[in-house]
Nanobody, 116 residues
Framework: QVQLVESGGGLVQPEGSLRLSCVTS????????MAWYRQAPGKERESVAI????????KYADSVKGRFTISRDNAKKTVYLQMNSLKPEDTAVYYC?????????WGQGTQVTVSS
């Protein structure tokens, strides 16, 4: 069955860094664009970063440009989100998403808390 398992979240101080990973199985990873979303308490889920199937195309939310980097390893069927210079407003549950046409899969999420 399809699985997307996020890890790497936690508690970090402002200006700190975290690297999220999303290990996948059960679908043809290299055929899917991959993305990271986040949802803060009381807010809608929002797109953070997207990466194309080959890894050559990326897109970021304005709020994270220059601080976050999305990457993928098709051999490991894994997508990453390197988060630097974290801010309290980055606090949210971060979700991994796989997308190919109308086929969309989600992970269960990992909590990121930025606080001193």
């Amino acid at each position: 069955q399809v699985q997307l398992v996020e890890s790497g979240g936690g508690l970090v101080q402002p200006e700190g860094s975290l690297r999220l990973s999303c290990v996948t199985s059960g679908f043809t990873f290299q055929d899917y664009a991959m993305a990271w979303y986040r949802q803060a308490p009381g807010k809608e889920r929002e797109s953070v970063a997207i990466i194309g199937r080959g890894g050559g195309t990326t897109k970021y939310a304005d709020s994270v440009k220059g601080r976050f980097t999305i990457s993928r390893d098709n051999a490991k069927k894994t997508v990453y989100l390197q988060m630097n210079s974290l801010k309290p407003e980055d606090t949210a549950v971060y979700y991994c998403q796989a997308g190919f046409g109308s086929s969309i899969f989600w992970g269960q999420g990992t909590q990121v808390t930025v606080s001193s």
